[in-house]
């Protein structure tokens, strides 16, 4: 099994950048990055291959978001730039041990974090 942790959330203002960092006991392939706001389903914010050399990232957040990997490190991350209100959410690591390109659907990963809380002010 494949155990992820995240960190680096927390109570911020909009326009501020924090990032992200996940770590993986094991693994991986594709590593996604989703998140839940309250209310709402949970939903795609960017994914990545285990090379790192493409990505996929949600319309919310292309261009103010970054994700990486460093496999040597076994840790990918999200750089979250302009931080929005509406980006206020539990972000959510997710990873597949078997497929190489990121999927939008989070049935496709079968690894979680427990998540970490990103507050942002309006």
Do not use: H
């Not at 706001?37 to 261009?63: L, M």
């Not at 970054?66 to 690591?93: G, H, P, W």
């Not at 990121?102 to 496709?108: A, F, V």
């Amino acid at each position: 099994q494949v155990q992820l942790v995240e960190s680096g959330g927390g109570l911020v203002q909009a326009g501020d950048s924090v990032s992200l960092s996940c770590v993986a006991s094991g693994r991986t392939y594709a590593m996604a990055w989703f998140r839940q706001a309250p209310g709402k389903e949970r939903e795609f914010v960017v994914g990545i291959t285990w090379s790192g050399g493409s990505t996929e990232y949600a319309d919310s957040v292309k261009g103010r978001f970054t994700i990486s990997r460093d496999n040597s490190k076994n840790t990918v991350y999200l750089q979250m730039n302009s931080l929005k209100f509406e980006d206020t959410a539990i972000y959510y690591c997710a990873a597949s041990p078997s497929i190489y390109y990121p999927s939008t659907r989070e049935q496709t990963y079968a690894y979680w974090g427990q998540g970490t809380q990103v507050t942002v002010t309006s």
